[in-house]
């Protein structure tokens, strides 16, 4: 078989061998902008993302909820069979009890977020039948075998005077962790936007590899079957058929390793987008150079980064967490007091009719107080605990700052400097393939050797390869920069995604 034919099969084999079924083959065709749009609505990762910001905002609605006034009502039956010695009644005709209860008890709370404490009210009623010896014995002593009761209203308020307010502390802490949810959020599709330009690149690089390699190979098949002719023609000589030969095989090979290395790129893109990868070629629309310079300040990009970046928010919020405790433990150490507050109106009676005939008010005030006498340093431990725990955190969110402002300025860094080499691997690419069109016209027509033709395509190749690593290497940046200050530059303004912007 000659080496034409096994070229024309291989790149037969290669182009044409996945689509056999042509019929059954789905093209598709993306940008780059629509693969990190596909990505951040169907990828598996942004799916999870999702999730887990609606279980933070549905826990922190539930939480606001709980801090609003809150009314419930419980109530139900309940039936009592005992049998006690006269002596545990003082009276004998207690010594039975068969009795069936029922009540129901209205309660109203409010959590007062300047103070911390709780305001509520409550009204309850309670009614008692007692049957058998039980029942004549109340019978006999107060005229029914029945006892109905009844609270129409009773208020009151209940405050931490000293000690720990831990209302207050729960306000600040998820009010922050809501924000982070939000921030995390964002931040998980930033990082999936950087994720899918890493396999866009990754393909789009293989795949103009892939297609370079293909025109090299049919270029070097047609510069090996003009070189046979000379060769007869005892125009060339036989080392040159060599070189001609030798550069066809290694072009074979080029296409072979760029079209398995295409095909692995290719089926991890559309798994990372979720979209399978049976019977679906695709091919790529390279992003041109950014339309005009983007000029990023470093310092200006720290600041943005503070104020979106959910590293810093979860670094405050485990200070916040930590000083929380370290107030807690600091307030346990001593004295604690507790106020309770109520007043209310009670009725009694043996039915509707009769309760209204005795109404009573009382009012309550109930102090309760809490003084350490002998722990063996238990509340001095858990303070020093607590205290060499939020020195922990104040530090950690120092280092937060550092790794990230790092982050920051060797990413700008990068930034600049691609977005200086973009014009001139573009124009370095125009000038090679200019270069090597006129080497292969003078080849061709016997201006000039083989090993210039080669020199003059390698640069060729290179040129290219360079042009495309400076654009993938420019956009992973900034897709980087994007993921680290969830800002996006190139239109000043903060990320957004499904309606949540920081």
Known sequence: MSTSVRIFLLLASLSLGAGMHAQDVKELKFSLDEVVDIAIANSN????????????????????????????????PSYQLSSLPPEAYSVSAFSNTNALSAGATLNFSK???????????????????????????????????????????????RQELIGYNGPKWDKKIRDKQYENAGKEYVARMAA?????????????????????????????????????????????????????????????????SSYNSMEKARRSLLSYLNMGYEDVSVEVDLPDNPEHYIAIDPQQAIETAKQYNPEFGQAEEALLRAQQELDRAKRE??????????????????????????????????VTLGIPIVDHGMRRDNYNAAKTRADYYDVQMVETERVIVESIVNTVNELQIQQMMLEDTKKA?????????????????????????????????????????????????????????????????????????Y
Not at 114 to 120: P, Q, S
Not at 210 to 217: F, G, L, P, S, T
């Open 45 to 76: 990762i942004s799916i999870q993302a999702k999730s887990l910001y609606e279980t933070e905002k549905y826990s922190f609605d539930s939480f606001v909820a709980s801090r609003r006034w809150q009314l419930g009502l419980n109530f139900g």
């Open 111 to 157: 959590l007062i977020s300047g103070t911390g404490g709780y305001a509520y009210a409550t009204s309850n009623l309670a009614w008692s039948e007692y049957f058998s010896e039980s029942g004549d014995a109340y019978r006999q002593l107060y005229g029914a075998p029945r006892l109905m009761g009844t609270t129409p209203i009773r208020v009151g308020y």
């Open 192 to 256: 999936i936007s950087e994720t899918a330009a890493g396999y866009f690149f990754s393909y789009a690089t293989c795949k103009a590899l892939y297609d370079m390699y293909k025109i090299n190979a049919e270029s070097a098949d047609s510069l090996y079957r003009i070189g046979l002719k000379k060769y007869d023609l005892t125009s060339i000589r036989k080392d040159e058929l060599l070189s001609l030969q030798l550069q066809l095989m290694n072009s074979q090979n080029d296409v072979r």
């Open 333 to 366: 150490k001593g004295l604690q007091a507790n106020l309770d507050l109520s007043v209310g109106l009670q009725k009694f009676g043996y039915d509707f009719n009769t309760l209204g005939t005795t109404n009573k008010m009382y009012s309550m005030a109930n």
């Open 429 to 501: 690419m125009e000038l090679a393939d200019e270069s090597f069109r006129q080497n292969q016209y003078n080849y061709a027509h016997g201006l000039s050797d083989i090993n210039t033709f080669t020199l003059s395509q390698n640069r060729k190749d290179s040129a290219h390869i360079n042009y495309i690593s400076s654009l993938r290497d420019f956009w992973l940046a900034y897709y980087r920069l994007c993921a680290i200050t969830l800002y996006d530059f190139y239109n000043m303004r903060p990320l957004e995604y499904s309606g949540i912007s």
